[in-house]
């Protein structure tokens, strides 16, 4: 489990689920998918919301989209459950992702996926973090700053 909170974010290890926040102290449940956790698909999601109830999700289109999913109609769908989103970028050449660029440098929709996420009145966390190479110190920096130009034109 991961806990977002006022000071950050804590791993306690459970194994199975990738990103929790309980509504306590402020926060929502949100669980991560569509990569390597459980929830590997939009009906898994689906069940586990109509078994559940209120389970936010942290939203990462990269990965959706990596393992073949259509991001744009699960948030066109589903954009009132996300509770955080992880602003991140894949591209993909022939079927084989070859890059995780700064936001706005690949493949994933950026326009598109922020004009859903606020007419859905999303006002919650795009948390950016580097992946693949962009994560080598001294590229980080430069990663973060092309992906916040990227997306500068979308916030509010």
Excluded at 79 to 95: N, P, S
Excluded at 131 to 151: D, I, P, T
Aim: charge should be neutral; glycine fraction near 10%.
């Amino acid at each position: 489990f991961f806990f977002q909170a006022e000071d950050g974010i804590r791993d306690i290890g459970v194994t199975g689920v990738q990103t929790c926040a309980l509504p306590i102290c402020h926060m929502q449940l949100a669980v991560y998918g569509f990569y390597d956790g459980f929830l590997t698909t939009t009906a898994a999601f689906e069940r586990l919301w109509g078994i559940v109830g209120d389970v936010g999700m942290s939203l990462d289109a990269a990965s959706m989209l990596h393992a073949g999913f259509d991001y744009i109609d699960f948030v066109r769908r589903h954009a009132k459950r996300i509770r955080h989103v992880q602003v991140r970028d894949t591209l993909i050449h022939h079927g084989v992702r070859i890059s995780e660029p700064p936001a706005g440098m690949g493949d994933i929709a950026w326009p598109k996926l922020m004009g859903l996420l606020y007419e859905a009145d999303y006002y919650g966390t795009l948390a950016i973090a580097p992946h693949g190479n962009w994560a080598r110190v001294g590229s980080r920096e430069k990663m973060l700053l092309l992906a916040k130009q990227s997306l500068a034109p979308f916030l509010i």
